[in-house]
C-alpha cells in the first residue's frame, strides 16, 4: 500500500518568509511524529499527534515551530520568520495506535537563504 | 532525557564481509530498539527493531543483539552486499510522547566491490 507521503520534496525559502511542510500519514495510522535531521544535531523528534489527542510539543525548538493534524489524518508543520538555522530535512512517520514501528517519509529539505 | 551513541561512524567493508554496529543508550526505561536504513535522498526505512524482553533477533543476513545490563545493542549484517551501502541509525524509546524515538548520529557504511 501507499507510505507516508510528504510535500514538497524541495522548499527554498528566504530568511523571515513563513513556510509550511505537509504529511500524509499511511491510511489507518492514528500516530504522526515529525521529526528534524540536520548535519549539526542528526535526527530529532519535534513533535507527537495521537488521534484526536493533544500533541506532544516537547520537541518543538522554537515558538516560530507549530503542526496541526486535521481530521485525525494530514499534518502540516508550519515555521514562522525562518532562520538560517533552521534549514534541515523535516522527516514525517506514523504508526499504528500503540504500534512502535514508525514508517517515514522521504521528507522535506527546507532550504532558507 | 535519553542519550543514544553510535560507534563507528563511517565503516568501509569488502563485500562478502560482516558489518557490525554498536549503540548505547542511557535511559535504562528504553524498551524498543529499532534499526534504520537511510538511502541518499530518502527516508530512515526500518529494517530490523528488538523489545527489552529479547536478547537477539534474526532476519536473514540481518540481526540484532541486545545487551540490557551494559546498555548496549548492536547490528550485524552478514555477507554484505554492494546494495547494503547506506546510512544506518540506532534509536531508543522507553514509550514517552507516545513512542518517540531518540536516534543514534548515524553509521555510514559503504561495501566495496
Known amino acids: 500500500g501507499a507510505g507516508v507521503s510528504q510535500s514538497p520534496s524541495n522548499k527554498v525559502t528566504e530568511k523571515g518568509k513563513d513556510v509550511e511542510l505537509r504529511c500524509d500519514p499511511i491510511?489507518?495510522?492514528?500516530?504522526l511524529y515529525w521529526y528534524r535531521q540536520s548535519l549539526g544535531q542528526g535526527l530529532e523528534f519535534l513533535i507527537y499527534?495521537?488521534?484526536?489527542?493533544?500533541?506532544?510539543k516537547s520537541g518543538l525548538p522554537s515558538d516560530r515551530f507549530s503542526a496541526e493534524r486535521t481530521g485525525g489524518s494530514v499534518s502540516t508543520l508550519t515555521i514562522q520568520r525562518t532562520q538560517q538555522e533552521d534549514s534541515a530535512v523535516y522527516l514525517c512517520?506514523?504508526?499504528?495506535?500503540?504500534?512502535?514501528?514508525?514508517?517515514f517519509g522521504p521528507g522535506t529539505r527546507l532550504t532558507v537563504t | 532525557g535519553e542519550n543514544v551513541e553510535q560507534h563507528p561512524s563511517t565503516l568501509s567493508v569488502q563485500e562478502g564481509d560482516s558489518a557490525v554496529i554498536k549503540c548505547t543508550y542511557s535511559?535504562?526505561?528504553?524498551?524498543?530498539f529499532p534499526w534504520y536504513k537511510q538511502e541518499l535522498g530518502k527516508g530512515p526505512q526500518l529494517i530490523i527493531d528488538?523489545?527489552?524482553?529479547?536478547g537477539e533477533k534474526k532476519d536473514q543476513r540481518i540481526a540484532v543483539t541486545l545487551n540490557k545490563t551494559a546498555k548496549h545493542f548492536s547490528l550485524h549484517i552478514t555477507e554484505t552486499q554492494p546494495e547494503d551501502s547506506a546510512v544506518y541509525f540506532c534509536?531508543?524509546?522507553?514509550?514517552?510522547?507516545?513512542?518517540?524515538?531518540?536516534f543514534g548520529g548515524g553509521t555510514r557504511l559503504m561495501v566495496k566491490p
Open positions: 491510511s489507518g495510522h492514528t500516530a
Open positions: 528488538i523489545r527489552s524482553n529479547v
Open positions: 534509536a531508543a524509546s522507553t514509550g514517552e510522547a507516545g513512542n518517540m524515538l531518540t
Open positions: 535511559d535504562s526505561a528504553s524498551n524498543y
Open positions: 512517520a506514523s504508526s499504528l495506535e500503540g504500534g512502535r514501528e514508525q514508517y
Open positions: 499527534f495521537q488521534g484526536n489527542s493533544a500533541p506532544d
